[in-house]
Nanobody
Framework: VQLQASGGGMVQVGGSLTLACAASGRTLGTYYMGWYRQTPGEGRELVASIGTDGLMTYGESVKGRCTVSRDNAKSTAYLQLSSLKPEDTAAYYC?????????WGQGTLVTVSS
């Protein structure tokens, strides 16, 4: 399984962004997709995840500002984050978990500036 991440970049405080993560390869059955983010000196933080059944999980710091969705036909997940804050600045990594295996996309840098 390969993951291709897109989106991100520089966004102003209060703005919004959309990240996409497209999976290719053998994605059959039930699997979760989502994003973690990481900043220098900080640990990795779950942003959001969504299962094949649509079950969503959000990190505490983005609840109310984040929407995760997926298009199973395209094996693609989407992350929408609004009311952006400087502390949302991070490298965002999409992931896919299928069975006992985890796959990662390349990091997408998001910079929130005032």
């Amino acid at each position: 399984v390969q993951l291709q991440a897109s989106g991100g970049g520089m966004v102003q405080v209060g703005g919004s962004l959309t990240l996409a993560c497209a999976a290719s390869g053998r994605t059959l059955g039930t699997y979760y997709m989502g994003w973690y983010r990481q900043t220098p000196g900080e640990g990795r933080e779950l942003v959001a995840s969504i299962g094949t059944d649509g079950l969503m999980t959000y990190g505490e710091s983005v609840k109310g500002r984040c929407t995760v969705s997926r298009d199973n036909a395209k094996s693609t997940a989407y992350l929408q984050l609004s009311s952006l804050k400087p502390e949302d600045t991070a490298a965002y990594y999409c992931f896919l978990i299928q069975g006992g295996d985890a796959y990662w996309g390349q990091g997408t840098l998001v910079t929130v500036s005032s």
